[in-house]
């Protein structure tokens, strides 16, 4: 079996567009992927299209590791994200495409699966609140669709800075205590910081939020400084989790033998994929840390770490940005992902298990969203 082509299908997906890929091969198979970056789809686009012209054209699609390892040695830059993601995305459409011609689940050729369906939280379902009491309306609409966890960024509105004034940073612990009361116990809270504290602030925030059981505290202070975060987690009793922008095992090496956090949230775009994951869960796991996989973009990556999740012995929850269900039903040729009671079975079609409509992507064309831009001005959900 030889690599004939890759494809590329960039759609426009609410506040950022999804980009797929699409291996194609002689045997008549074709593998899918997702390599989207938020804000740098064009350049990560054109950097799948290198990848398919300088190498991997008439290579073995089933060779994934000695691809990667090929790839991630001999390119220029390839600790920065654009190249890896669009590694990543191809890595991921490799795994379909042997899941495919194996008749088997991805996770299947991990090793197997360690649990039958997957805990997930959403993320997203607070976009656009103003007020607190607009947090709580729609914490208990989500609480209503089934989930049991539930993550959100308390410091939106109005938005925090690396240093503040304590009014704010007592509006955002308000805005905490009222979901909780509002939610109940049986809910996890996971609070989403989106680095936006200086370490003290965060100290202070995270001892303010201990009496309402935070599940964790999410990259509280911005991940170029290894040390500060270290001293964030010595001072607090809430877990800390990060990761969501290192790239491969070598980037989470330091942040895992030195223990400063108690969960990691790799993403498998910005990581280099599927295995290359596995392996820094591997490495957390040495240290008796969690993984969380990061998910904010398309179903082509939420399908990647479902069978991520399947394998790994340390998975704690996954991320889910349920209000894009919509879009998903869009571009997917099945209804995909199915909630029930807060988890989603695991896969059970060959490979990745998914599959998009060409046509449907093509009617939502490439619109350009700022990277970060999600975090300089307010988000709407669907039809707001």
Not at 35 to 62: C, M, T, W
Not at 198 to 225: H, K, S, V
Not at 255 to 281: H, N
Request: aromatic share 10%; proline share 6%; with cysteine.
């Amino acid at each position: 079996m030889k690599i004939t082509g890759i494809r590329t299908f960039i759609y426009e997906a609410w506040w950022r567009n999804w980009l797929f890929v699409k291996v194609d091969t002689d045997a008549g198979i074709s593998g899918l992927g997702e390599a989207s970056l938020q804000g740098l789809n064009k350049a990560v686009e054109i950097a799948v299209h290198n990848l398919e012209r300088e190498y991997f054209v008439g290579k073995d699609p089933r060779q994934i590791q000695k691809h990667w390892a090929n790839v991630y040695r001999d390119s220029w830059f390839h600790q920065s994200h654009v190249p890896l993601a669009a590694l990543s995305g191809i890595e991921i459409a490799l795994w379909d495409i042997l899941g495919k011609s194996l008749n088997a689940p991805i996770y299947q050729l991990l090793g197997g699966a360690t649990r039958d369906r997957i805990k997930v939280y959403n993320n997203s379902w607070y976009f656009n609140a103003k007020t607190i009491d607009e947090f709580v309306v729609r914490a208990k609409a989500a609480v209503a669709q089934g989930f049991k966890a539930l993550k959100w960024d308390p410091f939106w509105s109005p938005p925090l800075d690396v240093f503040n004034e304590r009014e704010q940073m007592l509006q955002a612990v308000e805005c905490v205590r009222r979901v909780r009361e509002a939610v109940g116990d049986g809910v996890e809270l996971l609070i989403e910081v989106h680095a936006r504290l200086g370490t003290a602030d965060a100290i202070w925030m995270a001892r303010a939020l201990e009496p309402y059981r935070p599940f964790w505290y999410e990259e509280p202070i911005p991940p170029d400084n290894l040390e500060a975060l270290a001293k964030v987690q010595r001072e607090v009793n809430i877990p800390i989790t990060t990761g969501e922008k290192a790239c491969t095992r070598w980037g989470f090496r330091e942040m895992l033998e030195r223990q400063m956090v108690s969960m990691i949230m790799p993403d498998i775009i910005c990581a280099g994929g599927i295995l290359e994951t596995m392996k820094i869960a591997a490495m957390a796991d040495v240290y008796h840390i969690g993984v969380a996989p990061h998910s904010c973009v398309g179903p082509g990556l939420t399908a990647a770490n479902l069978h991520l999740d399947a394998v790994i012995p340390n998975f704690l929850i996954q991320e889910l940005f349920y209000p894009d269900k919509p879009l998903y039903d869009e571009v997917l040729t099945e209804d995909f992902p199915i909630l029930k009671d807060g988890y989603i079975e695991l896969p059970t079609k060959p490979g990745l298990g998914i599959d998009i409509r060409e046509e449907a992507i093509a009617r939502r064309p490439h619109r350009h969203h700022p990277s970060g831009g999600h975090l300089w001005k307010p988000l709407t959900r669907m039809g707001e």
